[in-house]
C-alpha cells in the first residue's frame, strides 16, 4: 500500500486526484503501477486502477490477470471495479472508503448482488488513515487555492 501512496502523490503534484494503484502478481512482485490522470490524459477512463491493469495486461499479454492482487489508496468505483471483474483479479486491497462513489462498502456495494461471474477478495482499511489524509489535504489545499477544477473538484477519483 506504500507504493500505491506514492502513485497517489504523484497524481497530486501533478494536480489530479490523489489515488494510486499497484498491482502484484502471486509471489509480491509489482507488475504494475498507476496514478489518477483523467484530467492530464484527457480520458475519464484514467483512473489509477484502470491505469495500472492496463499496463499490466500490456507488460503480461493478456487481459487476463489471476493471481494478482490490486492494491489501491481509495475504494475503486463501479468502473473500477467492472475491469477487475473482466480482468479476474484475484484480490483487491484497498485502504481509504470513498462514500460518494465507493461500490465495495459504501455507495454501492456492487458485489452483494451475486451477479458477478467473477468476485475478487476482497480487503478493505489497509493504511485507511493514510489514504483518507492524502485525499482530504488535496481537497483542502484545492478549497484554499479558490480554484475548484470541475475535473478535479468532484471527489469521483477523477
Same mark, same amino acid.
Given at each position: 500500500?506504500r507504493?500505491a501512496l !506514492?502513485? $497517489? #502523490? %504523484?497524481? *497530486?503534484? +501533478?494536480?489530479?486526484v ?7 502478481d502471486?509471489a509480491g512482485?509489482?507488475?504494475?503501477a498507476g496514478?489518477n490522470?483523467p484530467i492530464?490524459?484527457?480520458d475519464?477512463? !484514467?483512473h $489509477? #486502477? %484502470?491505469? *495500472?491493469l +492496463?499496463?499490466?495486461?500490456k507488460k503480461?499479454?493478456?487481459y487476463?490477470l ?11 468505483c463501479t ?11 484475484g ?7 470513498e462514500p ?14 451475486g ?5 475478487p ?8 488513515d493514510?489514504c483518507?489524509a492524502a485525499?482530504?489535504?488535496?481537497f ?12 478535479a ?6
Amino acid at each position: 500500500m506504500r507504493q500505491a501512496l !506514492a502513485q $497517489a #502523490e %504523484i497524481a *497530486a503534484e +501533478r494536480d489530479e486526484v490523489p489515488v494510486g494503484a499497484i498491482l502484484v502478481d502471486a509471489a509480491g512482485l509489482v507488475i504494475a503501477a498507476g496514478h489518477n490522470q483523467p484530467i492530464g490524459a484527457q480520458d475519464p477512463s !484514467a483512473h $489509477a #486502477e %484502470i491505469v *495500472a491493469l +492496463r499496463a499490466a495486461a500490456k507488460k503480461l499479454g493478456n487481459y487476463r490477470l489471476p493471481g494478482t492482487t490490486l492494491y489501491v489508496t481509495v475504494e475503486p468505483c463501479t468502473m473500477c471495479l467492472g475491469a477487475v471483474v473482466h480482468a479476474r483479479v484475484g484480490r483487491v486491497v484497498y485502504g481509504a472508503t470513498e462514500p460518494k462513489t465507493g461500490a465495495v462498502e459504501s455507495a454501492h456495494r456492487l458485489f452483494e448482488t451475486g451477479e458477478y461471474n467473477h468476485k475478487p477478495e476482497i480487503v478493505g482499511g489497509v493504511l485507511a488513515d493514510e489514504c483518507a489524509a492524502a485525499m482530504t489535504a488535496f481537497f483542502k489545499r484545492k478549497r484554499n487555492s479558490g480554484r475548484a477544477d470541475s475535473g478535479a473538484a468532484s471527489h469521483n477519483k477523477g
